[in-house]
């Protein structure tokens, strides 16, 4: 058989296996077709040398082919396959194709072009007039797979609605996560060229190590919950970007202009002059996010980080300017440092913070070259995040903080870096004068849209079926818009997160009181 068949087929066999086994652990098949289920999870098991071996697979696709027109002379049907671009298929290490040639095939109930997916026709580069053949023959394979011992079942299932919604989902969210890939790889070629740097060399590869770990370490948030009655289905995190929800700001400039305006004027400001992070981004290079607790000042770093980290944030966060390379560092760990180091930093310079950012990230087992991040930041194009200036407990060792990242601030903010601190308001206010640059931007409570947006995301995370969810999510917001107390209270993120977890996994009467709700967290 044709190489480039067998290859077709064993793409199609991988990404049949993928697709069914998230089916299964969607619980979107039914129990009924539990012998159908044990059949998929033996040939996902087997993995690639199970695929390859399929020869009713190959058969099929042979099959499939041949009612596309393809010819029966090997060579000249070898050279028909690379004509169409499905020799593009023989790639073992793309997982995304895969699936998404095997969740078309499920969904093509007839030969009509319009129900090719348009990624998957630009994908595989086929020219214009090629649509109607791919059509055919994910139909034609649909066709023959209902015949096939392992396949069978996942096409008769896939004519439920319940299944052929998931699987739309599913499409939907394997071009997501393929797109997000084509934007990874479009940001590291950008920032490799800024920087100088060679894809594969000492420099080049720690930058894609770098990333690949900020982007594993921010993507999810963790819950903890110390009771819980439902700990069977107790989930423990949560996607981030999944849950987020935008934070505004009070604009900053607001208090200068008050001078020249009417008390009036003042006070119509203060309602409607508010920013989120992304006009932030775009009008100031050195910023303090303040806030009380729980209000969303660290999801909202660790969101910058994680967009710009994906190469997203033009996408997510508006930004117009040049790819800036995302460092966030806790302050309390650096106050640490401080005072095991105090008789190697005994004054306030940029060195000592430089050096911090060094051991954290080694700490986290990056084998990164020694003057890695030192090279970046003199080179500009940096985002330093600098989370929790208020953690540092000890007010005099906080101040001491306070002084060196101002000194390492007016270091590196020449060289077009940029610079985003975090803290509670008190915190902040006994060591602000020694911070000279960050304009100051205080976190607002949520309004309640978007408090009822962060509840929706919440549930929609936590609870998989949707019937459930539907009715847990209306439930709840009903809830709370009926207790004064709690509708106000929830307009802070943590204490919203919290409510809804207590909800979720106690399955008592929504508490009224802060200290009912947090003595679960």
Not at 113 to 128: G, I, K, Q, S, Y
Not at 180 to 201: H, N, T, V, W
Request: some cysteine.
């Amino acid at each position: 058989m044709d190489p480039i068949t067998i290859s077709i087929a064993t793409a199609v066999g991988l990404g049949l296996g993928q697709v069914g086994k998230t089916l299964i652990d969607k619980g979107v098949i039914e129990p009924a077709l539990q012998p159908a289920t044990d059949k998929i999870s033996g040939y996902v098991g087997g993995g690639y040398n199970r695929a390859k071996g399929d020869v009713a697979l190959q058969e099929a696709v042979q099959t499939a082919l041949v009612q596309t027109g393809a010819p029966q002379d090997a060579d000249k049907l070898s050279q028909y396959l690379i004509k169409w671009g499905f020799d593009l298929l023989q790639a073992e290490n793309n997982d995304a194709l895969r699936r998404e040639i095997a969740q078309a095939a499920l969904l093509q109930f007839a030969p009509q072009p319009d129900l090719v997916p348009e990624r998957l026709f630009r994908v595989l580069r086929m020219p214009p007039d090629a649509r109607p053949v791919l059509a055919k023959f994910l139909y034609h394979l649909r066709q023959e797979l209902k015949e096939h011992e392992v396949w069978a079942g996942l096409i008769e299932q896939a004519n439920e609605d319940a299944t052929r919604a998931a699987l739309y989902q599913m499409a939907h969210e394997t071009v997501r996560t393929a797109q997000a890939a084509e934007r990874f790889a479009e940001y590291m070629r950008l920032l490799l060229d800024y920087y100088g740097l060679q894809p594969g060399k000492e420099d080049g590869q720690a930058l894609q190590e770098y990333l690949e770990h900020i982007i594993r370490d921010y993507q999810h948030i963790n819950f903890v919950l110390a009771t819980a009655r439902r700990r069977d289905r107790l989930s423990s995190e949560a996607a981030l970007e999944a849950v987020f929800v935008p934070l505004h700001v009070q604009d900053p400039d607001v208090g200068k202009r008050r001078g020249r305006q009417d008390q009036f004027w003042a006070e119509r400001e203060d309602r409607e002059q508010t920013f989120t992070i992304n006009d932030v981004l775009q009008r100031y290079s050195t910023f303090i996010l303040v806030g009380p607790p729980g209000c969303g000042k660290t999801t909202l770093l660790r969101h910058l980080t994680l967009n710009f980290a994906q190469g997203e944030a033009a996408e997510k966060l508006g930004w117009t300017g040049e790819p800036l390379l995302p460092i966030l560092i806790p302050l309390r760990t650096f106050g640490r440092f401080l005072t095991d180091n105090r008789s190697k930093y005994t004054n306030p310079a940029p060195l000592a913070l430089r050096h911090f950012i060094d051991d954290y990230f080694a700490e986290h087992d990056l084998q990164l070259p020694g003057d890695f991040f030192f090279k970046r930041l003199k080179q500009g194009r940096c985002l330093l995040l600098l989370d929790g200036l208020d953690e540092v407990a000890d007010r005099d060792e906080r101040a001491t903080v306070a002084q060196f990242v101002n000194q390492f601030i007016k270091a590196y903010q020449r060289n077009g870096n940029y610079f985003a601190l975090a803290s509670r308001p008190r915190g902040f206010e006994q060591v602000q004068h020694y911070l000279e640059r960050p304009t100051v931007c205080t976190v607002l409570p949520l309004t309640r849209p978007d408090r009822d947006r962060l509840v929706t995301n919440l549930l929609l995370e936590l609870e998989p079926n949707e019937r459930t969810r539907r009715q847990n999510t209306q439930d709840l917001l009903a809830n709370i818009h009926h207790k004064e107390t709690v509708d106000s209270l929830s307009r802070n993120p943590l204490f919203c997160t919290t409510l809804v977890l207590v909800y979720k996994y106690q399955g008592t009467t929504l508490p009224e009181r802060r200290v009912d709700v947090t003595r679960s967290w």
